[in-house]
C-alpha cells in the first residue's frame, strides 16, 4: 500500500508541475496559451473506451511551432480483466512545422499516466503525431493520435488514443 501512495503522490506532483510548467511558459511567450476541449477514443490494451478531453498548453516558435502542456482524457472507468482502468492524461512536448498555410502538423512526446481503482496509477510514455488547422487567430482544430506505453508493478500494457479537439487560442 505504501507504494501505491508513493506513486499516487509522484503522479500528482508531476500533474501539478506540468500545470506550473505550462504557465509560465505562456507568461514567458507572451500570452500565447490555448484551452482545448475534445473527444477521445481509446484502445486500453484491446478494450474501446471514450469520453472528453480538457487540455492547457503554451506556444511558441516562428519556424518550428512549439508547445508545452499537459491534458486529461474523462474516459470513464473501463473493466478489463476485473482491474480499473479510468481516466488518465500527460504532461507533453511538441514540434510541428506549418506544412500549408494555417495548418501544423506535429509530433508530441511525453509522460502519461492513467488511474488504476482509486488509489494507483499506472505511468510511462506517451507519444504521438497530430495536425492542427488554425481557423481563425483565436480558434483551432486539432486531430491526434497517442500511444501510452503504461506500467505499474507488474502490469505493463498500451493505450492507443484519437482525440479530436476545438482549441482556443489567446
Do not use: C, H, W
Amino acid at each position: 500500500m505504501k507504494k501505491e501512495n508513493s506513486i499516487l503522490t509522484v503522479s500528482k506532483r508531476l500533474v501539478l508541475g506540468g500545470a506550473l510548467l505550462a504557465t509560465l511558459s505562456s507568461s514567458a511567450f507572451a500570452g500565447q496559451g490555448g484551452l482545448t476541449a475534445g473527444y477521445t477514443s481509446a484502445d486500453i490494451d484491446g478494450t474501446s473506451a471514450s469520453g472528453v478531453s480538457i487540455g492547457y498548453g503554451a506556444y511558441f516558435g516562428e519556424t518550428y511551432k512549439q508547445s508545452i502542456g499537459f491534458n486529461i482524457d474523462f474516459i470513464g472507468d473501463n473493466n478489463s480483466n476485473n482491474e480499473e482502468k479510468g481516466n488518465m492524461g500527460n504532461i507533453y512536448y511538441t514540434l510541428g512545422y506549418e506544412i500549408l498555410p494555417k495548418t501544423i502538423a506535429y509530433g508530441t512526446v511525453g509522460y502519461g499516466f492513467q488511474a488504476l481503482g482509486s488509489s494507483a496509477y499506472a505511468t510511462g510514455v506517451s507519444t504521438g503525431v497530430g495536425i492542427q488547422y488554425n481557423m481563425t487567430k483565436n480558434f483551432a482544430i486539432d486531430a491526434s493520435y497517442k500511444n501510452f506505453d503504461l506500467s505499474y508493478q507488474d502490469l505493463d500494457y498500451d493505450v492507443k488514443t484519437t482525440n479530436i479537439s476545438l482549441v482556443f487560442k489567446y
